[in-house]
């Protein structure tokens, strides 16, 4: 594990729109445990999905942010910059026969959830039937050979058989125990060539992150992220979840639910302090 004497945590938004309430409350958590600790508060920017990032958005995320008054220890670390490293990591779970390639479209893969009687209302949170698991290895190459395009799945069976039970630490919550909570997930596609899991797990590595602070929307993903630690040698920090924003009808605010920008208040007339003021900040 990093060295747990002082605190490094990040704030990781990704350029797909302008930053919004529910991003200045998450920047704002992590930022104030970095500085009340004497801490690094890193930022990171997850541009790996390149036809919805954009650059002015990027930039827009350093304005707010030092505008908030939030400034960031070092340069921020862009995703696209280091796809060589998601490829090593890709290359080592291969060479530990992990990860299997799905042709299933997500079209498919819901079609096939319904059918076995667990219809969801969308993609995410429910786990893959292993429909191409099941594909041997013929099949497989043939199938690749004919320009089929395909995911890479974490084998998760053998995933689990190889590290054995593994236990993380979220700072409210305590020790949990790594469960399987979302099946074989996708690691990498042809359009996207790492996924949020892998990026995230090498980036915080990388940037020697050893106090993660997030939503508690994310907590079921750290047990993917403690697994992929694990199989790949990678120091294992502890969690932060923290409470969501809502808006007045108990919605999460976000860019989905319209949430309102940081600019557009700016431009409204808001101050900092009447922001923070609008997600609660200025009473914690």
Known sequence: MHNASKIVTRFAPSPTGFMHLGHAYAAL???RLAREQ????????ENIDAGRCRQEFEEAIFEDLLWLGLNWDG??????????????????????????????????????????????HKLHGHRYPGTCKALSETQRQERIA???????????????QRTGPLVWID??????????????????????PTSYHLAVTVDDHRQRVNMVTRGIDLFDATHIHRLLQALLGLDTPRWDHHKLRTDHQGERLSKRNRAPTIRSLR???ESPSSIKAMI????Q
């Open 29 to 31: 958590q992590a930022w």
């Open 38 to 45: 004497n801490g690094k508060f890193l930022l990171r920017i």
């Open 75 to 120: 340069q921020a670390r862009r995703q696209s910059q280091n796809m060589h490293e998601y490829n090593r990591a890709l290359d080592r779970l291969k060479t530990n026969c992990l990860l299997y390639p799905c042709f299933c479209t997500r079209k498919e893969i819901l079609a096939e959830i319904s059918q076995a009687g667990a219809a969801p």
């Open 146 to 160: 004919a320009g089929e395009a395909y995911a890479l799945r974490l084998d998760m069976e053998k995933a689990i």
């Open 171 to 192: 700072e409210k919550r305590g020790a949990q125990e790594c469960k399987d909570l979302s099946g074989d997930v996708v690691l990498a596609r042809k359009d996207v």
């Open 267 to 269: 431009r409204a007339g």
């Open 280 to 283: 609660g900040f200025d009473r």
